[in-house]
């Protein structure tokens, strides 16, 4: 029998440029949607009646755009959500998802692509419930010292000697669910957030990167009513310290060489105690 | 409060090489491993008495492929997740992930690396719970007829024609559950649930690929009783008819162009009726 | 001043499909072009008057294609390098380069996409003269054992051991230049060059990866008086040997850790005594 | 017979950290090594007696960090490159490139990875000549307007309209060289040549891509003496308009689809009257 389905467009490139006189504007987006609903007859029989094709859902996005401009990405994803659940009789659950590419200002109509960071949201329209996740990805962040790791379980395996003093760096890739679909400022919210985490990696004299994990998701749930729960994956950027002793050298923590593979990863998530349940996984859902 | 949380070492790349004679077999991975249990301590306080370093996990990946060979994945991973739940009294669920690269044999002792197809598993051992998940990623499968796309829903946004010849192409990303954590022969069961995926593709007159999806999914439900239910996200990789018309060129079908975004994802489960409950993110576990 | 210049369109996706009644032939390839000439006004002044679009060139492509098939990498871009040379009066010089994707016959007009190997060639017509190169990249090989590494010079930070027994792994990259613009059969002078390579990688026992660069070159250049010189690019793909003496086990080159960065990377031509000045960069041309 | 050769380790990743008390600041680098000189032996005979090992190369990379600091890129590249050519009979020539990856500071022992942007150099000793060449690369500039392509040559091929009012966007990749090894401030001398960089690419008002390629080596040209000839690769990174006409919607450039593939390249070099020969592929030199 068929089990769990979905479809749609992925990685539409969307550059928006909103022109206020000589002073532009500029929005670079990708945006994902997806559709599911009662699409059972495509899969048994080729019938395509209930499919509207991926090639619409990119116009749509296009086409919303300039309707009515981008604004903020949770805002931009909860109108085509909810255009695809309205529309569509076939639909009950659209989900889009949208990565958005920071550029910085040059001029009145010049732009800097910024770094690797992407702010991300979420959006899902799933009936009657809407559910909008915030994030950001490819944050990577350093603290040269105040890190330690020591006192860990030893088993057979384990030649790893205690560190007092460590460089701790990660890219951080960090989600967190709002309480509800509505908001009057998406913009200061998602601002806030990422200003929670990075102080609170600064912040941090660490002892596990799952301590500095737990800081950093605590710190904006203490702060940020809005968000009932905020998840993080961090991979350990591991720097090795060089031993340079064959060549008649020290390394008090200078050198250092750094592995692309393999890492830690450090998964977590920090909540309310009243946090609504978060299913990650639209195959479960 | 903590929510869900795992830890462990990502993308160990393990070379082995069992020497027969003169006649060596290679087998190249990427191991992942990730731990889950009692580790609250960590993230609250920094206390890591009950942390095996991830450090110790990569060791003990290399020391068991040295004591007893790697054999077939699911058997290393099953080796593995089982010694870190046994042995780690705070440890509760270990899930160790394998990605195996293909080489073919040029002689003796001489090989060349295959195609991006790789061969992975997902091994997760929780409490007296084994679960195994096998699959493949990469391989990407062209027909470049008997596929057409026409009778769709349409909508103000929609401007795409009907298609009653076009390409299919896509990139398989296939997993699939076992009914049990035990098997006599992984490798076999690999190679058929691939030639029945491989043989439903191409031999599908294809209406949409979902229709496709569903019959490589049915098919190896339908052969293979060690299966219970196989996951496939298959992006349509769409290649488009140039017009050449303003060239005085026609295109029957012969000039493509072949974007890389954005592209249709199609994603969609078949499943026995009584499959168990699969739950596909361990954040929801 | 103005210095070296050229303009022109890169990674024009081209899938061509060839239709003998029922049974399909497939050609998947990456193209560029690249103009040069007297195209100084569009530099000083943005005179674009000389200038043919990127765009034109890109259809030129896909219209070539269509008219008159692909055939061989190197005929075809032989026929686009000096139809720009030909018909645009401000063009002295035209460099086309492509990249073959390779692709595995399944059915009658199925198929999968072979490894990540690509057949290239750069053609580069410039006044009267024409100079073909072809080559491969991403052609990975390994030699598990009929490898040393020992007698090398020594300086103070030389802490490397002599190696008796090693892995030999790399990814070649290699280019050939044809004495003429003219052939019979491009396509066995690649397949034959190609096999020439590898069973002399295949086939040489090495004390260093120079000494097999060079057997690879010296082999092509013997075998194939087409060929008058041969530029390999060989990174010496490191795996080392784990050491498992801490958890009490021995490891006579069966488990390797295979790391991604740094590597070697050895770099060398075999031509003949008379071989034609080979200018790599046009920059320098 | 062997023609030109060279061999070294690539892709060595320092990271060092300078301790001002709790101050520390940081470098990130990707340091690659390649030598050349009589190095027959090893190609003909496996003969390693005047081969240093890339292992070796890749520890003076570490050890020259520990011993005297990393300082200015170009500096840090020709004690290496001077010390492999002084230290080892056999070679002739080391060449030296380098990478540095950005950081900004969030706090004393604090970072932030900054953009995809890298600072680079290429430092050659041969003999008695040494030929610093400083860029940067990866850096993504977009004016949103003041760009015209208009008035260019047509073809039979040609179907792309005059665009008076486009977007403009790059990723800069440059490459300068200077007239001497030697420098008071290598800092201030790239930051400077960045500057007249994107303040010409900003303040150009383009009538081609060429034009403002031209523009921006000139600028550095005529400002920066010690600066001898500038080489810019600058891929067209195409904005299209998205067609909103069948749903009704103008598009004043607004709305741009941004394809990755194809994209024009447009390539040329500015430099001084007697600017000295600059062969830039090793192959030729």
Redesign the interface.
């Known amino acids: ?19 206020h006189g000589d002073r ?1 504007h ?1 929005t ?1 987006l ?1 945006v ?1 949607v ?1 559709l599911a609903g009662d ?1 059972a007859d ?19 996005v ?2 919303f ?3 009515d401009g981008v604004g903020e990405i949770e805002e931009f994803g909860l109108r085509l959500a909810r255009h695809f659940v309205a ?2 009789p ?1 639909i009950t659950r659209a989900t889009v998802t949208i990565e958005q590419h920071g ?1 910085d200002r ?2 009145e ?8 960071e992407t702010r991300t949201t979420t959006v899902t329209v799933d009936g009657s419930d809407t559910v909008v996740v915030s994030g950001l990805s490819g ?8 890190s330690e ?12 000697p205690d560190a007092h003093d460590r ?1 701790l760096a990660t890219a951080v890739d960090a989600r967190w669910r709002h309480a509800t679909g509505e908001s009057d400022d998406w913009r200061a919210s998602f601002a806030e957030a990422r200003r929670h985490l ?1 102080e609170a ?2 912040g941090t004299y ?6 500095t ?2 800081a950093m998701g605590r710190r904006v749930i203490e702060h940020r009513p809005e968000i009932t ?1 905020v ?1 993080l994956s961090l ?2 950027k591991h ?1 090795f310290n ?1 031993d ?1 002793a ?2 008649g ?3 008090p ?21 009243d ?1 609504p349940q ?4 639209w ?2 859902a």
Chains 1, 2, 3, 4 share one sequence.
């Not at 790791?149 to 790893?160: C, K, S």
């Not at 660490?206 to 301590?211: A, F, K, R």
């Open positions: 029998m068929l089990g769990s389905h979905q479809y749609g467009k992925a990685e539409v490139r969307l550059v928006h440029v909103a022109r532009h500029l670079d990708t994902g997806a699409l495509t899969h048994h029989t080729g019938d395509n009646a209930r499919v509207l094709p991926t090639d619409s859902q990119k116009n749509t296009y086409a755009a300039r309707r529309s569509q076939a550029w040059l001029g109509h010049s732009f800097a692509r910024a770094g690797a944050m990577v962040l350093m603290n040269t010292t105040a790791f020591f006192g860990f379980a030893r088993d057979e395996y384990t030649t790893l460089i990075v990696f600064v660490s002892l596990s990167l799952q301590q994990l737990y729960e998840r991979p350990n720097h060089v340079l064959p060549f050298l020290d390394n923590n200078q050198v250092f060489h750094a592995p692309d593979r393999p890492y830690g990863l450090i998964e977590g998530a920090v909540r309310r105690d946090a978060w299913v990650d996984s195959w479960d």
